[in-house]
């Protein structure tokens, strides 16, 4: 089993930075496919972004690509979502996930294991 912590969200102005933080309380990322997800009042949860532990072949849905990007930090046992040139329509509350599942599935979100509590993000002037 795995429990995970998010952190790292808050209020940005369009165009601004943050940088998100999932930390394995209990349990390791090792064996696992780590995404991230996020969902706005009103709407269902939807996939940003997904790697595998080892860092390779991540996958980003459109809407963020070249935006955001998966740093992973295995010496903390964390993997961060760096969230540049940010929108307002980035405004949501963000999840961390981990899957074994195969990377055409990785944005699925009944594929998924554990999951965050989550961290709010609000993109405003």
């Known amino acids: 089993q795995v429990q995970l912590v998010e952190s790292g969200g808050g209020l940005v102005q369009p165009g601004g930075s943050l940088r998100l933080s999932c930390a394995a309380s209990?349990?390791?990322?090792?064996?696992?496919?780590v995404g991230w997800f996020r969902q706005s009042p009103g709407k269902e949860r939807e996939f940003v972004a997904a790697t595998r532990w080892s860092g390779s072949y991540p996958l980003y849905a459109d809407s963020v690509k070249g935006r955001f990007s998966i740093v992973i930090d295995k010496a903390k046992n964390a993997v961060f979502l760096q969230m540049n040139s940010l929108k307002t329509e980035d405004t949501a509350v963000y999840y961390c996930a981990v899957t074994r599942t195969v990377r055409s599935s990785w944005s699925e979100v009944g594929r998924y294991y554990y999951w965050g509590q989550g961290t709010q993000v609000t993109v405003s002037s």
């Open positions: 209990e349990g390791s990322f090792s064996t696992y496919t």
